[in-house]
Nanobody, 121 residues
Framework: QVQLVESGGGLVQAGGSLRLSCAAS????????MGWYCQAPGKQRELVAT???????KYAESVKGRFTISRDNANNTVYLQMNSLKAEDTDVYYCNARMVLTTGIYMYEYWGQGTQVTVSS
């Protein structure tokens, strides 16, 4: 019914940049917050950055000043520009969206399949 499709992960050297994209599709009426989370093996999923439909943003302390989240509301897409990457940024990054579907009034949360980001030191 709803899909979040991520792209843009990969292998990059420390100090380099990557741009992640996540496009939501399906029976979407409106999307509230969208965001990115990361999860290392054996650890809990952690917030990286979120953005509301109005453009308010929130970042993890570890990425402030290096990562920028943005979104294209017309195309239900969220981006994460990752600059000055460090080895410790290596993780699987998951897209998240909270949305109301055309079939109802309740808000649901969806996750993408995850995209691997590997930063070599």
């Amino acid at each position: 019914q709803v899909q979040l499709v991520e792209s843009g992960g990969g292998l990059v050297q420390a100090g380099g940049s990557l741009r992640l994209s996540c496009a939501a599709s399906g029976s979407i009426f409106s999307i509230n917050a969208m965001g990115w989370y990361c999860q290392a093996p054996g650890k809990q999923r952690e917030l990286v950055a979120t953005i509301t439909s109005g453009g308010s943003t929130k970042y993890a302390e570890s990425v402030k000043g290096r990562f920028t989240i943005s979104r294209d509301n017309a195309n239900n897409t969220v981006y994460l520009q990752m600059n000055s990457l460090k080895a410790e940024d290596t993780d699987v990054y998951y897209c998240n969206a909270r949305m109301v579907l055309t079939t109802g009034i309740y808000m649901y949360e969806y996750w993408g399949q995850g995209t691997q980001v590997t930063v070599s030191s």
